[in-house]
């Protein structure tokens, strides 16, 4: 993960990385552990937020090469899925939430593994706070 990885980056920005999962807290507790993951994590059992922001959870895009090519980059990179808990279908995204409840930046994948770069996040993260 590699928003994980770059946490300092964020902080000395001023932001705070956090994880929202949609499987149990079982699951999320097991996925602390086993990541040995450095940032908040909350459980979404409902799906609530991720409803709430329109994450797609598209059944088909799990048949895709995209799909395919990004697990395969995953793994070289050094990141590798024990396991899918929760909905396997459900797509995340990253959101940009300032404290004032406003978000400046919001990107929900269009398929699994799809996320955008870290040094776009940071820029977003830059430009939101005039940076």
């Known amino acids: 993960m590699q928003a994980h990885r770059e ?7 001023g932001a705070q990385v956090v994880v929202v ?4 807290l ?12 450095e940032l908040p994590v909350f459980v979404d059992e409902k799906r609530v937020l991720y409803k709430a922001l329109e994450f797609k959870r598209p059944i088909l895009t ?5 799909v395919f090519k990004r697990a395969a980059e995953a793994r070289k990179a050094g990141f590798n899925q024990p396991g899918v808990h929760g909905d396997a279908f459900q797509l995340g995204g990253v959101v940009l939430q300032m404290p004032d409840g406003s978000m400046p930046f919001k990107y929900a994948s269009q398929f699994a593994g799809d996320h955008p770069k ?3 996040l940071l820029a977003e993260v830059r430009k939101a706070i005039g940076g």
């Open 7 to 13: 946490r300092d980056a964020f902080r000395k920005l």
């Open 21 to 24: 999962g949609h499987s149990s």
């Open 26 to 37: 079982r699951y999320a507790t097991a996925f602390v552990e086993e990541t040995k993951i």
């Open 62 to 66: 799990f048949l895709t090469p995209k």
């Open 118 to 120: 870290i040094e776009d």
